[in-house]
């Protein structure tokens, strides 16, 4: 950057720029300015090469802020307990049959059939769907974190959790709060997996 700063500074008047090609060209005079003009012309191709290179080449920038895949849940989602898991068993397997036809009908299309994160919609979105049947997905969290995240989706989500591309949308106007335990109760069924117990207070 100061060569070129150098190379326009001598081209601000023809003074300038004369005695700045008088010092470039070959002279007879004495023999530190002989030095000087072949250390310039050595060096100069260099410094313009590596101020080349260096703009070019991408770089490894750090993120600006760590992005967590898990938020902290937000308080008002604290307390929610699933209604249907303390039912007993007939109620609990009809909650589930209908939160699985829930499923079919809203998540499937990007989640899948099988709750794999191969949907229809799967490769139309730049992250795919999350793969329900991971162990180290829905089997990580509590019922009431997925209740919060299937109401609010991604504009639910707060800024620590960016650059996060989800495109899931929020479902709080098109589904009833029972309609969304149900479909967790589908979802994990569908998955093959149980949700996290909740850790009890002594």
């Not at 060569?3 to 700045?20: E, P, W």
């Not at 308080?75 to 109620?91: I, S």
């Not at 809203?106 to 989640?111: G, M, S």
Request: glycine share 6%; hydrophobic share 40%; aromatic share 12%.
């Amino acid at each position: 950057m100061g060569v070129l700063a150098g190379l326009v500074y001598a081209t601000t008047s023809n003074q300038k720029f004369a005695d700045f090609l008088s010092f470039l060209l070959p002279s007879r005079g004495p023999i530190i300015k002989s030095l000087l003009q072949k250390l310039l012309f050595v060096s100069f191709p260099v410094l313009v090469g590596w101020f080349v290179y260096s703009w070019s080449i991408p770089g490894a920038a750090s993120p600006v802020e760590l992005r967590i895949q898990h938020p902290t849940l937000p308080q008002e989602f604290e307390k929610l307990e699933n209604p249907f898991r303390e039912k007993d068993a007939d109620t609990q397997r009809k909650s589930i049959e209908e939160g699985k036809i829930l499923f079919q009908t809203y998540c499937r299309p990007c989640h899948g059939s099988k709750a794999d994160g191969n949907g229809p919609f799967a490769n139309s979105f730049r992250l795919r769907p999350i793969n329900f049947q991971d162990p180290g997905t829905i089997a990580t969290v509590v019922d009431n974190y997925l209740f919060w995240r299937i109401k609010e989706g991604a504009p639910g989500l707060p800024s620590e959790s960016t650059p996060w591309d989800s495109a899931m949308p929020s479902w709080k106007d098109d589904l009833k709060d029972d309609e969304i335990w149900m479909i967790i109760m589908g979802e994990y069924d569908t998955a093959g997996v149980m949700p996290r117990q909740r850790e009890k207070l002594e």
